[in-house]
Structures are given as structure tokens and as C-alpha cells.
């Protein structure tokens, strides 16, 4: 009787300890799992792509989704632009990547630059979006400005791939994190958090 009891209590404290890990840890332990694996739940062809900003900073538009360039973690701060042949390219580590014929410009005084262009024929470009195989509980979050906290988060994934014909590559990799809510399910997908959500990748290959 004995045996079965410390047999019982074992177990019980394992599971305690793997629910606080799973709690008081899950963020990390996601990003952890993620480096192995993400879900893929859309992939398409990118048919248009623009810029909002000054050069540095800004938005990305990909197919209508907009994906800030704003204080990447880590630091990362590619510049946009175009270039003397009027190509609208990302520039990062002293490589410069261009997408194609910039296809419309608008600068109106006093405001920011907005650049756009659909990818040139030949050229392959997609935009994935994945998310966590992992999420986590948040029972100690609170929201009493609302009312409403959301019970589980995960992280949400934004890939940009273009391969142009020449076979120049570009990757974007953007993190954000999903909330869901009791009664309403997971929302956005483009929440932040301070040092770990924004622009995390940049791979240029010339």
C-alpha cells in the first residue's frame, strides 16, 4: 500500500512539474520546438508587393497582409528603396536585392514614400504564414482595462520567399504571437512583445 502511494505522489508531482514548466515556461519551450518544426496554414503566390515608410522602418505590403519593419529583435534594419534603374529593392549587409520595376510611386510632401511592384515573369515569390506546433496556457493574464485575457497564445509565422529568375534568393522571416479568447477564438495573428516579435530574419543570396 505503501509503494502504491509514493508510486501515486511521484506522479503527481511529475505532472504538477510538467504543468508549471508548461505554464511559467511555454513561451520558451515554443520557441524551442519551433526551431525544429512550424504548421504550415497558408501558402501563396505573391501577386503585389508595396512599401510604406522612410527608407528604413515602415511596412511591408504582401498581398494586402502588412508586415512591419519597425525595430526588428535582433537588429536587423534593412533599408527600401529604389534603385538608379528605378527597381524597387531591400537592401542588408551590403547586398541589395531587387524585387522588380517599380510600378507605382507617391511621395506627397511631408509624407512617407510608398513603393510597389508585382513580381517580374520568371520570378518565384510566396508568402507562408505558420504557426507554433506548441501553444501555451496564460491563466495569470490579466487585461482590466477590457475585461478580456486571452487563455492561450502561440506564435504566428510570416515567410517571405522570392527567388528571381537569375537566382538571386531572398528570405523574411516575421514572428508575432496569436491570442485566443474564451467565446471567441484565436485572433490576429500580428501581436507583439517586446525583444522577442518583429522581423527576425534576413537571408540575401546573390
Do not use: C
Not at 523574411?172 to 500580428?190: D, T
Amino acid at each position: 500500500m505503501r509503494r502504491i502511494l509514493i508510486t501515486f505522489a511521484v506522479l503527481v508531482a511529475g505532472i504538477a512539474a510538467v504543468l508549471a514548466t508548461w505554464i511559467f515556461g511555454g513561451r520558451q519551450l515554443s520557441l524551442f520546438i519551433d526551431r525544429f518544426g512550424t504548421i504550415e496554414t497558408i501558402s501563396a503566390a505573391i501577386n503585389f508587393i508595396a512599401y510604406e515608410g522612410n527608407g528604413t522602418g515602415g511596412i511591408f505590403i504582401v498581398n494586402g497582409v502588412g508586415l512591419s519593419l519597425n525595430d526588428p529583435t535582433p537588429k536587423i534594419s534593412p533599408s527600401i528603396g529604389s534603385t538608379k534603374n528605378d527597381q524597387f529593392a531591400l537592401a542588408s549587409g551590403g547586398k541589395v536585392f531587387a524585387f522588380g520595376p517599380v510600378v507605382s510611386t507617391s511621395t506627397p510632401e511631408n509624407a512617407e514614400v510608398r513603393l510597389a511592384t508585382v513580381p517580374p515573369a520568371g520570378d518565384n515569390a510566396s508568402l507562408a504564414i505558420r504557426r507554433s506546433v506548441l501553444s501555451w496556457p496564460t491563466p495569470f493574464d490579466l487585461n482590466f482595462m477590457t475585461g478580456q485575457s486571452p487563455s492561450w497564445k502561440r506564435h504566428m509565422y510570416y515567410q517571405l520567399r522570392w527567388k528571381k529568375a537569375s537566382g538571386e534568393t531572398l528570405e523574411m522571416l516575421w514572428r508575432y504571437e496569436q491570442y485566443f479568447y474564451p467565446g471567441n477564438g484565436w485572433g490576429s495573428g500580428f501581436m507583439t512583445r517586446e525583444g522577442s516579435t518583429g522581423l527576425i530574419r534576413v537571408d540575401l543570396h546573390l
